[in-house]
């Protein structure tokens, strides 16, 4: 049965309760994403279905059935149980994309455990933060990655229970437990009887100003994720799907682990790194369906070529989404070129926790568009200015939803200020609860965009210094406040840089203490040092020295002017520049 309606068709009537007829769900079930993604796919009678077809490095492959993933799950949650971990206690899930993770995400969702999964290739400092703002209890990682959280345990008093995954157990510290899924196979496990609003899962995202944010998810979230997960993935019963994000990153769990498999739709992962052939290969020997990616590997895929891609048999392949950066209209011809269907752009934030404003099948498509936003989901650009929504079409201005979709984040983990400051109109005393109810209100994402007379939203730009490289945000503070501890750095100032392939890379502008000389080997070493504390995302790519850096007056380093600079724009007002 076709899936198609117009965007008017979805309109009419809208009623988030649709999520609840795609999911075939009775008011009175256990509203617990773990349970709805496992145990609730086996019940309906998909038990012996793939849920999970996992390549890794080589030639590394493995299979697992929904029931496989029931009694996984129960089997993680259960050892999580016995080790003291209790509901709302969080979860850190630190590994590459293994099939553990995957099992652990929702054993930990079983348990009433919030999960908080964390990119692999963070370096310590990364980590050290996200799991102390966290408080994390328990963590689950490889042997690959142990090393870095051994690094940091002083530092982190709430983290108790360190769990190993693969490698050998004889090479654990005293205090770490190894766990080998396959011998955690428990057939009976009692779920957490969460709610709509139990904690469920917790993304770090950076923003501008600070260290990154812990936004905070429940578990009703699932029914934004399921809703767009059919509407616009356009999954059906016998798609196979594959989204490339990481689970590190919120792409990652709502559509690579929560939408598909809350639908009992089969989903690939593969983990490994990035080439051409090996993406068209594990698409055409898995025969995929349905493939969900972002524009720096679209951007990379079109760098390697057509030929490449006339090697393969990718005629399973019906329907294609993108997200995370704009998706340019170069990209989208070429994709209609060589695979036949184009990319259709979704727009969303770690913080909307769902697809926002989207483009799927059945809507008139406007090439380089993001579309409109998803029907249940009130949406404006406000003016720079007033933040009163523009009546102009083609007026630039800050992209704005209504509070209270169910997928939105419910607070910023212990940064109640800052939550309330992403809503226009929110009284000084305003709690989370109340932002997020407050239909009057307008929450702020960050990002310019402009609407056309037909109602499309058209990018601009973040209206802030975060750096988008590869579809990562990456918040410049983090990088400075990383930079000033190598030694021969005094200042340092960190912008987007324009990059082909990544739409931004890191640039870093530095001071040295005196005494230090800028050269080749001065440059491996800052690198390297950020690699290794932070992550490779955030490494910069160009290093400038300069012999002083530019301030306001009050001694603020204006990032925007080197930012400008960059990208050849113009600076704007420089009235508050220090004088000379
Ligand atoms: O700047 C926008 C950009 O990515 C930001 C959200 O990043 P994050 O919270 O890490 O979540 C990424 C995946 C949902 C946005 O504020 N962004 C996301 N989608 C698009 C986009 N920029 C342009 N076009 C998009 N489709």
Not at 96 to 105: Q, T, W
Request: proline share 4%; charged share 25%; net charge negative.
């Amino acid at each position: 049965m076709s899936n198609i309606k117009s965007y008017e068709e979805r309109l009419q009537g809208f009623d988030w309760d649709y999520a609840k007829e795609v999911l075939d769900w009775q008011d009175g079930e256990l509203l617990n994403i773990g349970h709805m993604c496992s145990d609730r796919i086996c019940a309906k009678g998909h038990a012996d279905k793939t849920a999970l077809i996992w390549e890794g490095f080589g030639d590394a492959t493995a299979q697992y059935t929904f029931n496989d993933l029931r009694v996984l799950s129960n089997g993680f949650a259960k050892l999580l149980q016995d080790q003291g971990v209790e509901p709302g206690d969080r979860v850190c899930l630190f590994m590459d994309k293994v099939p553990a993770l995957y099992v652990s995400f929702l054993g930990a969702l079983k348990m009433g455990g919030v999960a908080q999964p964390l990119f692999s290739a963070f370096g310590d400092d990364s980590l050290e933060v996200r799991l102390a703002s966290a408080e994390t209890k328990a963590i689950l990682t490889t042997q690959k990655h142990v090393k870095k959280v051994r690094k940091i345990l002083d530092k982190l008093p709430a983290l108790k229970t360190i769990i190993v995954v693969e490698g050998n157990p004889a090479k654990l510290k005293d205090g770490e437990l190894f766990y080998d899924m396959n011998e955690h196979r428990v057939e009976d496990f009692e779920c957490f009887q969460s709610g709509p609003e139990s904690q469920s899962v917790l993304h770090y995202t950076s923003g501008t100003t600070g260290q990154p944010k812990g936004a905070q998810h429940v578990h009703s979230s699932v029914w934004g994720q399921a809703l767009t997960t059919s509407w616009v993935l356009d999954l059906h019963d016998d798609d196979i799907y594959w989204c490339t994000a990481d689970p590190g990153w919120v792409t990652g769990t709502s559509y690579g682990i929560i939408g598909p498999w809350v639908l009992g739709v089969t989903q690939c992962v593969l983990d490994s790194g990035f080439t051409a052939a090996r993406w068209y290969k594990f698409m055409q020997d898995n025969k995929v369906t349905v493939w969900y990616s972002a524009p720096t590997a679209i951007r990379s895929l079109m760098r390697d070529g057509d030929d490449l891609v006339k090697k393969h048999d990718l005629s399973a392949l019906r329907h294609l989404c993108s997200v995370g950066e704009p998706l340019n209209a170069e990209a989208v011809v070429w994709s209609e070129q060589v695979f036949g269907k184009a990319f259709l752009d979704t727009f969303w934030q770690t913080e909307t926790g769902a697809m926002m404003i989207t483009n799927y099948p059945g809507m008139k498509i406007k090439p380089g568009s993001m579309g409109k936003p998803f029907p249940g989901i009130t949406a404006a650009v406000l003016d720079l200015k007033t933040n009163e929504p523009v009546d102009e079409p083609g007026t630039v201005g800050l992209i704005a939803f209504r509070p209270g979709w169910p997928s939105m984040f419910r607070e910023y983990r212990n940064q109640h200020d800052v939550y309330r400051s992403k809503f226009v109109g929110a009284a000084d005393d305003a709690t989370p609860e109340q932002c997020r109810l407050d239909p009057d209100l307008w929450y702020v994402s960050g990002d310019r965009a402009s609407i056309d007379a037909d109602g499309y939203y058209w990018f601009v730009g973040r209206d802030d210094d975060v750096i988008n490289t590869g579809g990562h945000l990456v918040g410049p503070f983090e990088i400075e406040s990383a930079l000033i501890e190598h030694e021969a750095i005094a200042e340092a100032a960190v912008v987007g840089k324009p990059d082909e392939v990544n739409m931004e890379v890191v640039k870093a502008f530095i001071t040295l203490h005196k005494g230090f000389e800028f050269d080749d080997m001065l440059e491996l070493s800052v690198m390297n040092f950020i690699r290794k504390s932070l992550s490779p995302l955030a490494m910069p790519q160009e290093i400038e020295v300069m012999e002083k850096l530019p301030k306001t007056r009050s001694g603020k380093i204006l990032r925007r002017y080197l930012r400008s600079i960059e990208w050849g724009e113009d600076a704007g007002d420089l009235s508050t520049l220090e004088d000379d």
